[in-house]
């Protein structure tokens, strides 16, 4: 599942969830798997669960989830939409035929009944996405940070496990890293620091011509 390239969102699970793996976890699973929109004579989206040896949604084996110390969690989403300039092609069509320019409610009603003839004969674009779930850590990897996938994302998993979600942070993450008492409390003690972009000096002030400034950096929680 891994990529020599790519991005990548943490997330904390606020909430707990049914043991990693367990019949409740998998059925949770299942409740919300993916259903196909192949057939759909709308446009529309379906999004939900399905596993690297099953893109269908319709089975859930433990062993294709299993990554050791995280569960390998994939997310489709498919989207069916007719092409914009055929629909165009066809208004055009009808508009030399009448000898003149649709009105609002003819250019709505043509779309509609163009749209139950072809949507039925359109396939929907597919794209998978890998998420890595890791109990002992209570954190979520996705591998997607695209708005609208976080978003589908974030919603899917309440929906699935009735639990929240939150954007992981540098402080968040070093806490999850297993340090002792004395680190963590000197982990709480940090605050940020800003060092000078490559444009501007300590003062904010633009760095002098032929001289380049160190680059911002942010340090902490």
């Not at 000898?99 to 749209?115: S, V």
């Not at 939150?166 to 297993?178: I, K």
């Amino acid at each position: 599942m891994f990529r020599r390239s790519g991005s990548v969102a943490c997330y904390h699970v606020e909430d707990s969830l049914p043991a990693a793996l367990g019949e409740e976890f998998c059925e949770a699973l299942r409740q919300q798997r993916f259903r196909t929109i192949e057939d759909a004579a709308s446009e529309q989206t379906s999004i939900g669960w399905v596993t690297s040896a099953d893109p269908s949604g319709n089975t859930f084996e433990r062993e294709h989830m299993d990554a050791d110390q995280a569960v390998w969690l994939r997310l489709r989403i498919d989207k069916k939409s007719a092409p914009t300039k055929w629909l165009q092609i066809h208004r055009i069509a009808a508009e030399a035929s009448e000898g003149r320019k649709l009105t609002a409610r003819e250019r709505r009603e043509l779309k509609e009944d163009l749209l139950s003839k072809l949507l039925p004969r359109v396939l929907p674009s597919v794209a998978l996405i890998d998420a890595l779930y890791f109990p002992k850590r209570q954190l979520v990897m996705l591998f997607g940070t695209s708005n609208s996938v976080r978003e589908a994302f974030l919603s899917l998993f309440y929906k699935t496990f009735g639990a929240r979600l939150s954007a992981a942070d540098p402080h968040r993450l070093a806490l999850a890293t297993g340090l002792d008492r004395q680190r963590i409390d000197a982990l709480r003690e940090i605050t940020p620091v800003r060092w000078p972009d490559a444009q501007r000096g300590a003062s904010g002030q633009p760095a002098p011509s032929g001289q380049t400034a160190p680059r911002t950096q942010e340090v902490g929680a």
